[in-house]
């Protein structure tokens, strides 16, 4: 079955710690996505790769990191930097990247703060 | 600033009652809209989206949205809801101008069907 995998489902992250994320697709999509979900915020865009080796910063990338070394990988490291990583991390891809296409999510990874 | 307003956070209703949630948008450049759902725990699911042509776009799951360009606004219909419509519905929008495209969710909408 083609889909998008995210590991772990469930992080926890000690003071000072950089984490990863981990997005895997086997759908053949160039571009993927990575989202913060907070609670009553709806979704926001961290970082976004339309293309192998090329990443885009959305509306909240700082004290966040990403690589697009593989078509099907786009892995999110939650750097120190990052002061309140408590969220639900959504990774999606679309086909192309253009506007009107459809994106498709994984289930999501839930990052807490120890 | 392009935003999306989902005015209502949550939304009970009775089982097989009709239910709509409503989206609203400010834009002055071309949009797309979307609808998506989320059940607990879960990534989110395309119900439908808007790119063009007939106003009125149906989904999945017995779900339909309606354009409504004048007045900026995209709300989320279903005339018969059932227990399995409990879920958080968030409506997308991206904003396409030349080259450049940006997508905005709303806050989300917690519909909870009631027996």
């Known amino acids: 079955d083609g889909g998008i995998t995210q590991s772990p489902k469930y992080l926890f992250r000690k003071e000072g710690q950089n984490v990863t994320l981990s997005c895997e697709q086997n759908?053949?999509?160039?571009?993927m996505y990575w989202y913060r979900q907070d609670p009553g915020q709806g979704l926001r865009l961290i970082y976004y790769s339309q293309i192998v080796n090329d990443f885009q910063k959305g509306d909240i990338a700082e004290g966040y990191s990403v690589s697009r070394e593989k078509k099907e990988s786009f892995p999110l490291t939650v750097t120190s930097a990052q002061k309140n990583p408590t969220a639900f991390y959504l990774c999606a891809s679309s086909i192309g990247g253009q506007a009107g296409e459809t994106q498709y999510f994984g289930p999501g990874t839930r990052l807490l703060v120890l | 600033a392009q935003s999306v307003t989902q005015l209502d956070s949550q939304v009970p209703v009775f089982e097989e009652a009709p239910v709509e949630l409503r989206c609203n948008y400010s834009s002055s450049v071309s949009v797309y809209l979307f609808w998506y759902v989320q059940y607990p725990n879960q990534g989110l699911q395309l119900l439908l989206k808007y790119l063009s042509g007939s106003t009125l776009v149906k989904g999945i799951n017995g779900f339909e949205a309606e354009f409504n360009k004048s007045q900026t606004s995209f709300h989320l219909r279903k005339p018969s809801v059932h227990i399995s419509d409990t879920a958080e519905y968030f409506c997308a929008v991206i904003y396409v101008s030349g080259g450049y495209q940006k997508v905005t969710f709303g806050t989300g909408t917690k519909l909870q069907v009631i027996p």
């Open positions: 759908l053949n999509h160039d571009a």
